[in-house]
């Protein structure tokens, strides 16, 4: 079976500051990765996913995330937050027929001035 | 505009009283699904739709049913609403079901309370 932990439920950064938010999954099969954002009042949009190929997988808006497979891990970065980055983060991974998503518990990002 | 849209946005109910979430997308797509989103869980599942007529349960189902008589729409209808089905629910949809790598594209998401 397959799913997605999220460490930490709130993460906080100044503007300007490193933006890192934690993924690891659990999966039988080779996992195809995703990381959405929500933004208040609204629904999600796709930031970025992995399915094959490049590890280092580039999104919009700065975002970027690297597969690890030693670590399990697909961990969200963007070098220089922004104050329009504040909004909750979810991962998620297909099941292995890609009929599911398994979505993490999400994490909430807020940017300080 | 390629969107998925949920009617109503904001709904307040009472025990008891049947209600239905419209869904509807116009991208062709051929899988759809819902989700309701809780404080500290995250999103999961409740049925998806793989195409017309096709329909499975998801990993919470029970309170809830599905139709897909038409490919755009998917509703969600609560036959006897209960205080634990107040949350915020989410339509999504995809291009092509079983396809590990398709991304699903969302809804604005409808806030329903049951009291």
């Known amino acids: 079976a397959q799913s997605v932990t999220q460490l930490g439920s709130h993460v906080s950064v100044s503007e300007g500051a490193l933006v890192l938010l934690r993924c690891n999954y659990s999966?039988?099969?080779?996992?195809?990765l995703f990381w959405y954002v929500q933004y208040p009042n609204q629904g999600l949009q796709l930031l970025l996913k992995?399915?094959?190929?490049?590890?280092l997988v580039k999104g919009i808006n700065g975002f970027e995330a690297e597969f690890k497979k030693s670590e399990t891990s697909f961990h969200l970065t963007k070098p220089s937050a922004h104050m329009s980055d504040a909004a909750e983060y979810f991962c998620?991974?297909?099941?292995?027929?890609?009929?599911?998503?398994?979505f993490g518990t999400g994490t909430s990002l807020t940017v300080i001035p | 505009e390629a969107q998925v849209t949920q009617n109503p946005r904001y709904l307040i109910t009472v025990t008891g009283k049947k209600l239905t979430v419209t869904c509807s997308q116009n991208?062709?797509?051929?899988?759809m699904s819902w989700y309701r989103q809780d404080p500290g869980l995250g999103l999961r599942q409740i049925y998806y739709?793989?195409?017309?007529?096709?329909?499975d349960k998801g990993d919470v189902p029970e309170g809830y049913k599905v139709s897909r008589k038409e490919k755009r729409n998917f509703p969600l209808i609560l036959e006897s609403p209960s205080p634990n089905q107040t949350s915020l629910y989410f339509c999504?949809?995809?291009?092509?079901?079983?396809?590990?790598?398709?991304?699903?594209?969302f809804g604005p998401g409808t806030r329903l309370t049951v009291l």
């Open positions: 991208m062709n797509h051929e899988y």
């Open positions: 739709s793989m195409n017309v007529e096709v329909t």
């Open positions: 998620a991974v297909t099941s292995n027929t890609g009929n599911q998503f398994y």
């Open positions: 999504a949809s995809s291009a092509t079901p079983g396809q590990r790598y398709n991304e699903q594209f």
């Open positions: 999966s039988s099969v080779p996992p195809y």
């Open positions: 992995y399915t094959t190929g490049a590890t």
